[in-house]
């Protein structure tokens, strides 16, 4: 068995930052209605992706989205916090705020 997941990862066009990770067998009909509510009416396909666990995801742990893929088939990743967004930057950029 393949350790690799394809899956399919949707943009909500209600709220910004919000996206929904279906593993791409899934048909986006099964994935619970309260869910599809809250990603709005017909989500845009961002993209399509090979997840391994080697692979580098820019906001998720990777072994996350592919254990919540694989038990349930779909992964939800919320809009980032003010706090992930005041450090983000900085992190990708090898700087460390200054401590006390």
Same mark, same amino acid.
Not at 7 to 16: A, P, Q, T
Not at 74 to 97: C, I, M, S, V
């Given at each position: 068995?393949?350790?690799?997941?394809?899956?399919?990862i949707?943009?909500s066009r209600l709220k910004?930052?919000?996206?929904?990770y279906?593993?791409?067998?899934?048909?986006y009909?099964?994935?619970? &209605?309260?869910?599809r509510?809250?990603?709005?009416?017909?989500p845009?396909?961002?993209?399509? =992706?090979? !997840?391994? @666990?080697?692979?580098?995801?820019?906001r &998720?742990?990777?072994?996350t989205?592919m254990?919540?893929?694989r038990k349930?088939?779909?992964h =939800?990743? !919320?809009? @980032?916090t003010?706090?992930?967004?005041?450090t983000w930057?900085?992190?990708?950029?090898?700087?460390?705020?200054?401590?006390?």
């Amino acid at each position: 068995m393949s350790d690799a997941i394809d899956c399919i990862i949707y943009r909500s066009r209600l709220k910004d930052g919000m996206y929904l990770y279906l593993r791409a067998d899934m048909p986006y009909d099964e994935v619970p &209605e309260a869910l599809r509510q809250r990603m709005g009416r017909e989500p845009a396909e961002a993209m399509r =992706l090979c !997840l391994t @666990p080697e692979r580098k995801l820019a906001r &998720e742990d990777v072994v996350t989205v592919m254990t919540n893929l694989r038990k349930q088939g779909f992964h =939800l990743q !919320l809009p @980032p916090t003010d706090e992930y967004l005041a450090t983000w930057d900085n992190e990708k950029l090898g700087l460390r705020a200054r401590q006390g």
